[in-house]
């Protein structure tokens, strides 16, 4: 019987033409090339760098555009210890981690500690579990989801407090994005997207399993520069994509996905969360998968391509919380 290598795993999806599905696989552990439940993942536009939060590793670790590894920040002894890292957002030369022991963390984009941001509690500039975060490029401001608090948190440029919105309609917010127009919440509770206008008022809210958005337990989203939105559901085991009218046009079966961002040249990478390979008859690599997957790729069998991929590469629950 074939033994079972439990992996974590980054991998691209491209689509809006081919699928590329793998960028890394990484083995479950705690070197510097391991992955141990990986949640939150952005990228530097300006290097195409992805840095992806590894929770149980207590850092973040930062590959380049194609999947190699390159360095490490946040496991260190003092200030900048992290515990759980969750959420990520880049602004400039700067990158805020949310954690689970509810504070942000303030690096530069090199891995060098700056700042520590909040604490636990209830009131201004504190948190529980606050796992979605980003920055608003115009102005520097950063809104921050303060789940277990039910609402939104907007700091300043300079990452003092500057308001809160949200309490009246939220319950347990999860990530935020924003548009021109719109503020957009991802809600757990009662899975739905809430859209805020830049007064802080509710416009409208996109209710799971009624108006078009149909997930189960969202994890992260996204919103591409074609304002499709792309939602992770940790559940059901896919990736939702929807117009910008809320209609479902396309979703992808993918193992426990969980952070999720776009590139500015349109390609998708996700972060997945507890893989195992298993499959009787593969040699029990990766790359075996791949090739028999490029092989179907170069046909533009895009959906064998997808199944040959994950009946090797099959989901083994593992949660985080």
Same mark, same amino acid.
């Given at each position: 019987?074939?033994?079972?290598?439990?992996?974590?795993?980054?991998?691209?999806?491209?689509?809006?033409?081919?699928?590329?599905?793998? @960028?890394?696989?990484?083995?479950?552990?705690?070197?510097?090339?391991?992955?141990? %439940?990986?949640?939150?993942?952005?990228?530097?536009?300006?290097?195409?760098? &992805? /840095?992806?939060?590894?929770?149980?590793?207590?850092?973040?670790?930062?590959?380049?555009?194609?999947?190699?590894?390159?360095?490490?920040?946040?496991?260190?002894? %003092?200030? *900048?210890?992290?515990?759980?890292?969750?959420?990520?957002?880049?602004?400039?030369?700067?990158?805020?981690?949310?954690?689970?022991?509810?504070?942000?963390?303030? !690096?530069?984009?090199?891995?060098?500690?700056?700042?520590? &941001?909040?604490?636990? *509690?209830?009131?201004?500039?504190?948190?529980?579990?606050?796992?979605?975060?980003?920055?608003?490029? $115009?102005?520097?401001? @950063?809104?921050?989801?303060? $789940?277990?608090?039910?609402?939104?948190?907007?700091?300043?440029?300079?990452?003092?407090?500057?308001?809160?919105? *949200?309490?009246?309609?939220?319950?347990?917010?999860?990530?935020?994005?924003?548009?021109?127009?719109?503020? !957009?919440?991802?809600?757990?509770?009662?899975?739905?997207?809430?859209?805020?206008? !830049?007064?802080? &008022?509710?416009?409208?809210? &996109?209710?799971?399993? *009624?108006?078009?958005?149909?997930?189960?337990?969202?994890?992260?989203?996204?919103?591409?520069?074609? $304002?499709?939105?792309?939602?992770?559901?940790?559940?059901?085991? /896919?990736?939702?994509?929807?117009?910008?009218?809320?209609?479902?046009?396309?979703?992808?079966?993918?193992?426990?996905?969980?952070?999720?961002? @776009?590139?500015?040249?349109?390609?998708?990478?996700?972060?997945?969360? %507890?893989?195992?390979?298993?499959?009787?008859?593969?040699?029990?690599?990766?790359?075996?998968?791949?090739?028999?997957?490029?092989?179907?790729?170069?046909?533009?069998?895009?959906?064998?391509?997808?199944?040959?991929?994950?009946?090797?590469?099959?989901?083994?629950?593992?949660?985080?919380?």
């Amino acid at each position: 019987m074939a033994t079972a290598n439990t992996l974590e795993r980054i991998f691209s999806v491209d689509y809006k033409s081919k699928i590329q599905p793998i @960028v890394s696989v990484c083995k479950r552990g705690k070197e510097l090339e391991n992955l141990d %439940g990986p949640q939150g993942v952005t990228i530097d536009n300006s290097t195409g760098d &992805i /840095y992806v939060a590894d929770y149980w590793n207590n850092c973040v670790k930062v590959f380049d555009c194609n999947g190699k590894i390159m360095f490490k920040f946040g496991d260190e002894e %003092g200030e *900048g210890k992290m515990n759980g890292p969750i959420g990520l957002a880049i602004y400039r030369d700067r990158i805020l981690i949310s954690q689970s022991s509810s504070c942000i963390l303030n !690096y530069h984009l090199n891995g060098e500690f700056v700042s520590r &941001i909040g604490k636990l *509690g209830q009131g201004e500039l504190e948190f529980q579990y606050p796992p979605g975060l980003i920055f608003d490029e $115009s102005n520097g401001e @950063v809104y921050i989801c303060d $789940s277990d608090n039910n609402r939104i948190q907007i700091l300043s440029k300079a990452l003092t407090y500057k308001t809160q919105f *949200g309490q009246d309609n939220l319950k347990s917010p999860l990530d935020v994005k924003l548009t021109k127009e719109f503020i !957009y919440i991802l809600d757990r509770s009662n899975p739905c997207l809430h859209l805020y206008n !830049y007064n802080l &008022i509710l416009h409208k809210s &996109i209710l799971s399993r *009624g108006y078009g958005l149909q997930v189960f337990i969202p994890f992260f989203f996204y919103i591409d520069n074609s $304002s499709n939105i792309l939602i992770t559901d940790y559940t059901s085991h /896919y990736i939702f994509i929807f117009n910008s009218q809320f209609d479902l046009i396309h979703k992808i079966s993918i193992p426990d996905p969980t952070g999720i961002a @776009v590139n500015n040249r349109g390609r998708v990478i996700v972060v997945c969360n %507890g893989v195992q390979m298993s499959k009787p008859g593969f040699s029990g690599k990766p790359e075996s998968a791949i090739k028999r997957a490029d092989e179907f790729i170069e046909v533009e069998k895009y959906d064998v391509a997808m199944e040959v991929l994950f009946d090797v590469l099959r989901n083994t629950r593992h949660r985080v919380w």
